[in-house]
């Protein structure tokens, strides 16, 4: 199994452009979510779904779309790039959405994005 | 205030050490996640405990829920034990979100 895929691994943009960073996984998860990690904090919640065509916000979700017709794809959208969403970009999912004991999380390997 | 909190920020040690991460918490938890991260790479579940301890290798986590406090060993700790190391609690419930610590930056030297 090839786990949670994140596309691409880089990537530069101007501001004002628009890309879709892409996260596929193959578990069968019900969870998925995206995460910023920032320089001296901790990783943030952009966006998560509980299952195909459910999705919510987390604690950072301005300025990001996502959607989710499929259980294994979960895409995130810049709608407009600005120099603050430079960071890296974790997708991350797990077999449970929540639960009382919550389930392991299994992350990508980060797509690191620069806005100019 | 981040309700996870980690010590310390940067931790170095020689190689062999016995190494303690600490995690504490303010919110009442369901499950408490460790994570290890390299430079420049992904991130890796390490342990997910609700109650007690456990162990996978030269790694231990305990757990004291009473005292919303968790703790990272490294037995033997080793240069490619070098990482980050994260916590992040899961309050369970309806709720399906982590909040996590800053992370504490180890690194082993030889």
């Known amino acids: 199994n090839a786990g949670v895929t994140q596309t691409p691994k880089f990537q530069v943009l101007k501001t004002g452009q628009s890309m879709t960073l892409q996260c596929a996984q193959d578990m069968n998860h019900e969870y998925m979510s995206w995460y910023r990690q920032d320089p001296g904090m901790g990783l943030r919640l952009i966006h998560y779904?509980?299952?195909?065509?459910?999705?919510d916000q987390g604690e950072v979700p301005n300025g990001y779309n996502v959607s989710r017709s499929t259980t294994e794809d979960f895409p995130l959208r810049l709608l407009s790039a600005a120099p603050s969403q430079t960071s890296v970009y974790f997708c991350a999912s797990s077999p449970q959405a929540g639960g009382y004991t919550g389930q392991p999380q299994h992350f990508g390997d980060g797509t690191r994005l620069s806005i100019l | 205030k981040n309700e996870v909190e980690q010590s310390p920020q940067n931790l170095t040690a020689q190689e062999g050490e016995f190494i303690t991460i600490n995690c504490s918490y303010s919110?009442?938890?369901?499950?408490l996640h460790w994570l290890q991260q390299h430079p420049g790479g992904g991130i890796v579940s390490l342990f997910m405990?609700?109650?007690g301890k456990k162990k996978h290798g030269r790694l231990i986590a305990t757990i004291n829920i009473q005292e919303k406090h968790s703790s990272l060993h490294i037995t033997a700790s080793h240069p490619r034990d070098s990482a980050v190391y994260i916590c992040?609690?899961?309050?369970?419930?309806?709720?399906?979100?982590?909040?996590f610590g800053k992370g504490t930056l180890l690194t082993v030297n030889p």
């Open positions: 919110v009442g938890i369901s499950a």
């Open positions: 779904s509980v299952g195909a065509g459910i999705t």
């Open positions: 405990l609700s109650s």
């Open positions: 992040a609690a899961h309050s369970g419930g309806s709720n399906y979100k982590l909040t």
